[in-house]
C-alpha cells in the first residue's frame, strides 16, 4: 500500500491512497484539490479530477484508427450518457476496438452530467496521452474506455482508488458501529433498486455527538448490476474500512462498478433514501430508522 499525506491546512491533512490493484499503473493527483474537497468542500470542480488511472495495456499513436475510434466513442458516451446517468457502449472492430463505461452520481441533474462528461472525455485524453486504455474520477461522474476486448463481460470493480479524511473523530467505536448501520441500509436500498435507472441511494445518521451531530453516507452502483452483484461490489468496499479509514472522519472509494462516500456534513444534493437516529451514547443498539421516498 502507498500512500502520500497532504499538507496540513486548518489542523487536518488528507490522504491519498493507492490501492495495490493501480500500482502498475500510471497515476498523478493534484493535493491541493484532495484537500479541498475531503475536508472542508462538497463543491464540485469540473476541470481537476479526483483521480485518473492511464492503462498499461498498449498504446495508440494520434492518426490511427484506435484513435478515431476513440474519439467517436467518447462523443457517444457523453452524448448517450448524460440521458439516463449511465451508458457503456463500443466503436470499432478488433484490433481497433475501445469499449467504455460512463456514470453520473445519481443525484447529478442532466446538464451537470453532460457537462462532467464531455469534460472528462477531454481531459482524460490530456492526462493519459496514447493510452490503449484510462480512467477518471470526478465528484460528478465517472469515465472509462479501454481495449480490453472482454470488457464489457466482467463485473470488475477495478481500478479503484480510496480516498480518506485524515481528521481524526471521537468516540470512534460508537461512530464506526452507527456508520456501518448506515452504509449497510443505504446498500441494501440501492441494491434493490430493480427496474430504476439508478442504484443509488443516501442516507443521515443523526445524534452522533453534540460537535458532529450527523453522519452522512453515499453508496452507488452501475443499473446493469444485478442486487446480489451490487450488494457484493459495495460489501467489499466496506471490508476495507476497518484497515484504511480507522478512526477517521469520512473516506471515498471509487470504482468502474460501485463506490461509496461517508462524512460528518452533508456533500449531497438528494433528499436522504433513509434518515437513522443514533441512541444515546450511554445505551441502546441500532438506529431507528425512517426510510424517506427518493
Given at each position: 500500500?502507498?500512500?502520500?499525506?497532504?499538507?496540513?491546512?486548518?489542523?487536518?491533512?488528507c490522504?491519498?491512497?493507492?490501492p495495490?490493484?493501480?500500482?502498475?499503473?500510471?497515476?498523478?493527483?493534484?493535493?491541493?484539490?484532495?484537500?479541498?474537497?475531503?475536508?472542508?468542500?462538497?463543491?464540485?470542480?469540473?476541470?481537476?479530477?479526483?483521480?485518473q488511472?492511464?492503462?498499461?495495456?498498449?498504446?495508440?499513436?494520434?492518426?490511427?484508427?484506435?484513435?478515431?475510434?476513440?474519439?467517436?466513442?467518447l462523443?457517444?458516451l457523453?452524448s448517450?450518457?448524460?440521458?439516463?446517468?449511465?451508458?457503456?457502449g463500443?466503436?470499432?472492430?478488433?484490433?481497433?476496438?475501445?469499449?467504455?463505461?460512463?456514470l453520473?452520481?445519481?443525484?447529478?441533474?442532466?446538464?451537470?452530467?453532460?457537462?462532467?462528461?464531455?469534460?472528462?472525455?477531454?481531459v482524460?485524453?490530456?492526462?493519459c496521452?496514447?493510452?490503449?486504455?484510462?480512467?477518471?474520477?470526478?465528484?460528478?461522474?465517472?469515465?472509462?474506455?479501454s481495449?480490453?476486448?472482454?470488457f464489457?463481460s466482467?463485473?470488475?470493480?477495478?481500478?479503484?482508488?480510496?480516498?480518506?479524511?485524515?481528521?481524526?473523530?471521537?468516540?470512534?467505536?460508537?461512530?464506526?458501529?452507527?456508520?456501518?448501520?448506515?452504509?449497510?441500509?443505504?446498500?441494501?436500498?440501492?441494491?434493490?433498486?430493480?427496474?430504476?435507472?439508478?442504484?443509488?441511494?443516501?442516507?443521515?445518521m443523526?445524534?452522533?455527538?453534540?460537535?458532529l451531530?450527523?453522519?452522512?453516507?453515499?453508496?452507488?452502483?452501475?443499473?446493469?448490476?444485478?442486487?446480489?452483484?451490487?450488494?457484493?461490489?459495495?460489501?467489499?468496499?466496506?471490508?476495507?474500512?476497518?484497515?484504511l479509514?480507522?478512526?477517521?472522519?469520512?473516506?471515498?472509494?471509487v470504482?468502474?462498478?460501485?463506490?461509496?462516500?461517508?462524512?460528518v456534513?452533508?456533500?449531497?444534493?438528494?433528499?436522504?433514501?433513509?434518515?437513522l437516529?443514533?441512541?444515546?451514547?450511554?445505551?441502546?443498539?441500532?438506529?431507528?430508522g425512517?426510510?424517506?421516498?427518493?
Amino acid at each position: 500500500m502507498s500512500s502520500f499525506a497532504l499538507p496540513t491546512v486548518a489542523g487536518a491533512i488528507c490522504t491519498f491512497i493507492v490501492p495495490p490493484s493501480t500500482m502498475a499503473t500510471s497515476v498523478s493527483i493534484s493535493p491541493l484539490f484532495l484537500l479541498a474537497v475531503l475536508c472542508f468542500s462538497s463543491s464540485p470542480a469540473m476541470a481537476q479530477p479526483l483521480y485518473q488511472v492511464c492503462d498499461q495495456t498498449g498504446n495508440y499513436t494520434a492518426n490511427s484508427t484506435y484513435k478515431s475510434n476513440l474519439d467517436l466513442l467518447l462523443s457517444s458516451l457523453a452524448s448517450n450518457g448524460s440521458l439516463s446517468g449511465f451508458y457503456n457502449g463500443t466503436a470499432g472492430r478488433s484490433p481497433d476496438q475501445v469499449s467504455g463505461i460512463v456514470l453520473c452520481r445519481g443525484d447529478v441533474a442532466t446538464a451537470g452530467c453532460s457537462s462532467c462528461l464531455a469534460t472528462a472525455g477531454q481531459v482524460l485524453l490530456q492526462l493519459c496521452p496514447n493510452k490503449g486504455g484510462a480512467t477518471v474520477w470526478y465528484d460528478d461522474c465517472l469515465l472509462r474506455y479501454s481495449n480490453n476486448q472482454s470488457f464489457f463481460s466482467s463485473t470488475d470493480n477495478s481500478p479503484m482508488a480510496y480516498l480518506v479524511n485524515e481528521k481524526d473523530i471521537p468516540e470512534v467505536s460508537r461512530f464506526d458501529k452507527l456508520m456501518s448501520e448506515l452504509m449497510s441500509g443505504i446498500a441494501d436500498r440501492a441494491a434493490a433498486s430493480n427496474g430504476s435507472s439508478k442504484k443509488f441511494a443516501t442516507g443521515t445518521m443523526s445524534n452522533f455527538t453534540s460537535e458532529l451531530p450527523t453522519i452522512y453516507g453515499l453508496v452507488q452502483c452501475t443499473p446493469d448490476l444485478s442486487t446480489n452483484r451490487c450488494r457484493q461490489c459495495l460489501q467489499k468496499l466496506f471490508d476495507v474500512i476497518p484497515n484504511l479509514f480507522e478512526g477517521k472522519r469520512g473516506a471515498r472509494a471509487v470504482g468502474v462498478r460501485c463506490n461509496m462516500r461517508y462524512e460528518v456534513y452533508s456533500f449531497y444534493q438528494s433528499t436522504p433514501t433513509l434518515r437513522l437516529t443514533a441512541p444515546p451514547a450511554s445505551g441502546g443498539s441500532g438506529g431507528s430508522g425512517q426510510p424517506l421516498i427518493p
